[in-house]
């Protein structure tokens, strides 16, 4: 590994972390409207730190729902990780205490870059690198919109939402370099779409979620 190819994976990295921190910013800002104060509001994202399970806490409780289906939905959504942590486990080779620090940075954006880099043997590094920065930016994000609630009243209209998916279609997009990966991205994506209508929040991404790690099995058979 190269001193240049290290400093370009933690360029994207702490690019990927400022465009989640501006995420943040409507997520702190939404969930003060939803009637948790700023210190809940940190400490959903310190503690929790998986934005869509965030996200569905919010929604539940902004909608005038109970805190025990509020925690419901957040669970529910939050299983997809657990599948990203099976994928990552071999990759990162953690135990211990690191192991434990590891599984907190276990989102979306951090799994996306380990897998990208694994072939070149940056896997660890575009894991931790986009982890940490994530971690700090969407924390920082969640802290300002918090404390800025007040002046931005409806933070929803100014599309901050549309950071991280488009951060993750970017860190996916090179990934579909054949026939068979858009299949199972077009799959998974007609599954989601097909369930939306019929299940609750969170079930279609985990169907969609399940679909990808069947097909990435039959695939090494």
């Not at 990162?92 to 880099?117: C, F, N, P, Y």
């Not at 994000?141 to 007040?150: C, F, I, N, S």
């Not at 019929?198 to 079930?203: F, I, R, Y």
Request: net charge positive; proline share 4%.
């Amino acid at each position: 590994m190269t001193a240049e190819n290290r400093r370009q994976i933690v360029r994207d990295a702490v690019g990927i972390g400022v465009a989640t921190g501006a995420y943040g910013l409507s997520f702190g800002a939404l969930s003060v409207a939803a009637g948790l104060d700023v210190a809940q509001t940190s400490a959903l994202s310190l503690l929790m730190f998986t934005g869509a399970s965030q996200f569905a806490l919010i929604g539940v409780l902004g909608a005038g729902g109970a805190w025990l289906a509020a925690a419901g939905s957040a669970v529910l959504l939050g299983t997809r990780n657990a599948l990203y942590g099976l994928r990552m486990s071999p990759l990162l080779d953690l135990s211990g205490g690191r192991r434990i620090a590891g599984s907190h940075l276990v989102i979306d954006e951090s799994t996306a870059m380990g897998i990208a880099h694994e072939e070149g043997g940056h896997g660890a590094l575009g894991f931790f690198a986009t982890g940490l920065s994530v971690f700090v930016f969407w924390n920082l994000g969640t802290l300002l919109g918090a404390l800025g609630a007040r002046v931005i009243p409806s933070p929803e209209s100014l599309g901050l939402d549309a950071a991280v998916p488009a951060a993750f279609i970017a860190l996916l997009a090179p990934r579909l370099r054949r026939g068979e990966p858009w299949a199972i991205a077009g799959l998974g994506a007609a599954v989601a779409l097909a369930l939306t209508p019929v299940l609750p929040v969170g079930v279609p991404i985990i169907a969609s979620a399940i679909v990808a790690v069947v097909a990435g099995l039959r695939g090494r058979r």
